[in-house]
C-alpha cells in the first residue's frame, strides 16, 4: 500500500464570535467610567470645600480688618492718652497694648489663612475644566 494520509485542521471562527472577551472589554470599561465618574464627583466636592473654606477666611479676614483691628487700635491709643493725663493705670495701659498685639497678630494669621485657601481652591480648580464645573453643579 502506498498511501499517504496528511490532515490539517485549523478553526473556523463561525459561531464563536469572541463574546466572552467583548464582555469583559465591556465589563472593563463600565468599571473605568465608574471610577472616572468617582474621580470627578471628589474633585467637585474638593473644589466646594475649598471655596467654602476661602469664603470664611476671607470672611474672618474682612472683619478683622474692618471692624476688629481699628477698634482695637481706637482702644489702646485712648488709654494711652488717658495715662499720660493721669486718668489710667500703667497695667490698663500695658493691657490694651497687649490686647491689640494680639489682634494684630490675630489678623495676620486671618490674612494667612485666606492666602491658603486661595492657592489650595486654585489647586482645586485645576483639576476639573470650568465647563466641566458648569455642567455638573
Excluded at 492718652?81 to 497687649?98: H, M, P, Q
Amino acid at each position: 500500500m502506498d498511501t499517504f494520509n496528511l490532515g490539517v485542521s485549523f478553526p473556523l471562527p463561525l459561531w464563536n464570535r469572541n463574546g466572552g472577551n467583548i464582555k469583559a472589554a465591556q465589563a472593563s470599561l463600565q468599571q473605568f467610567e465608574f471610577a472616572l465618574g468617582k474621580v470627578r464627583t471628589q474633585a467637585k466636592a474638593d473644589v466646594a470645600n475649598a471655596e467654602v473654606e476661602y469664603g470664611e477666611a476671607d470672611s474672618r479676614l474682612h472683619r478683622y480688618q474692618e471692624q476688629i483691628r481699628p477698634k482695637a487700635t481706637q482702644v489702646r491709643e485712648s488709654v494711652a492718652f488717658a495715662y499720660e493725663k493721669g486718668g489710667a493705670s500703667l497695667v490698663d495701659l500695658l493691657d490694651a497694648e497687649r490686647t491689640d498685639n494680639d489682634v494684630r497678630l490675630a489678623a495676620a494669621q486671618a490674612l494667612s489663612d485666606t492666602a491658603s485657601a486661595v492657592a489650595d481652591l486654585k489647586a482645586a480648580r485645576t483639576v476639573l475644566s470650568e465647563a466641566e464645573l458648569r455642567s455638573n453643579k
